[in-house]
């Protein structure tokens, strides 16, 4: 279904990917089960593309726009990304961000493969400052964990009149509420296992993008690197998708009340919003002992890594080593699900009981 109807996000997420319509269709696509094609059916090998993995990158596409690719993992596609760069070439990111990447980008830089030129995001001179010769700049807005707010607009246009690419990992904000290609980004990576599938069963991510020639490099990088995605995930995150735009809706409404709620709370030093979204990050008055104590008190939150999925959950960050420093050790990440706020609130409540 063409995005050009002008349907609203909650019609095509349900009406996106879906076989034609037609006496006796099926209503839902088949999960494609070959590595083998016969000649002449455009596929060729199963490594090259799957009629699953198609439904599901153009539901996203819908979204997105552009043309879509679907990877095995959110790394996955972020790494393909990384892949088409030279050997040496300038990158900007950000100095706190999703602790894989951060990992993935130190070890490049270390080893020579990228310069990586770390910034403070919010930061506006000292990002146009740092590209100066750069081939990329990588983004995260908001930013995780510490939700930090990138003046997109600003950054894209700048670094696109310098020539520059410009990638944005979308997975917090989602397209509901930023849609970087419209501004101008080249490239917008989602880790698909967080909201769009958003029932925390299946791995996988995503690139979209404008320009048709840069579309065949990553589908060439997908192709050849091997990470392709799996048709019996790629229909489950399919299936989540039509509940996308519900349940992103319905976790913002529950993170604005707890957020209000933790704002008055004194056990509850900073509270990190940016005023959207499902992911509420917050320091508790006390130490990081104190904040493992109130991750493992809840009763209705999970005490687990990973956002995005239908029920809440929450962690310290600074718990895993590669997390980065500057994000403090009492803070602790809430993806915010779809139960009663209510009831959320009272299992928090009762946590900071721990501290």
């Known amino acids: 279904m063409s995005s050009d109807k002008k349907l609203h996000p909650e019609t095509f997420a349900i009406t996106s990917g879906r076989p034609i319509s037609q006496a006796g269709a099926s209503l839902n696509v088949d999960i494609s089960l070959n590595s083998t094609f016969q000649a002449g059916s455009g596929l060729g090998y199963g490594r090259y593309g799957n009629d ?3 439904a599901l990158e153009s539901a996203i596409s819908e979204f997105e726009g552009g043309q879509t690719l679907v990877f095995s993992s959110g790394m996955a596609a972020i790494s393909a990304v990384f892949s088409i760069l030279p050997i040496g070439a300038p990158l900007v990111a950000s100095n706190q961000g999703y602790s894989g990447v951060m990992t993935l980008l130190k070890g ?3 080893s020579g493969r990228l310069e990586v030129r770390f910034v403070d995001v919010t930061d506006n001179q000292a990002v146009i400052s740092a590209l100066k010769g750069a081939a990329m700049l990588w983004l995260e807005s908001p930013t995780n964990p510490c939700l930090d707010v990138a003046d997109l607009d600003t950054l894209i246009s700048t670094a696109k009149k310098m020539n520059i690419g410009v990638a944005i990992d979308n997975t917090f904000a989602t397209p509901l509420v930023q849609k970087p290609l419209e501004m101008g980004a080249d490239i917008v990576m989602h880790s698909v296992t967080k909201f769009l599938a958003g029932h925390s069963d299946v791995l996988m991510g995503s690139l979209s993008v404008a320009d048709p020639a840069l579309h065949k490099r990553l589908e060439d ?8 995605p799996g048709p019996f995930e790629a229909w489950l995150a399919l299936r989540g998708m039509r509940t996308f735009v519900l349940r992103f809706e319905k976790a913002q409404t529950n993170a604005k009340y707890l957020v209000e709620q933790m ?16 992911m509420v990050s917050f320091e508790i008055a006390g130490d990081a002992l104190a904040a493992e104590r109130v991750c493992d008190a809840s009763s209705i939150i999970t005490h687990a890594t990973s956002l995005g ?9 600074r718990r895993w080593e590669i997390e980065s420093h500057v994000v403090p050790e009492n803070l602790i990440r809430l993806s915010v699900g779809c139960e009663n706020q209510e009831d959320l609130w009272a299992d928090i409540e009762s946590a900071l009981q721990a501290i």
């Open 309 to 317: 999925g239908i029920e809440s959950l929450w962690e310290r960050r």
């Open 221 to 228: 990088a997908r192709k050849f690197n091997g990470a392709i």
């Open 52 to 54: 699953t993995w198609s």
């Open 108 to 110: 490049f830089h270390e």
């Open 263 to 278: 704002k008055n709370d004194k056990r509850i030093s900073r509270v990190r919003y940016p005023g959207f979204g499902a």
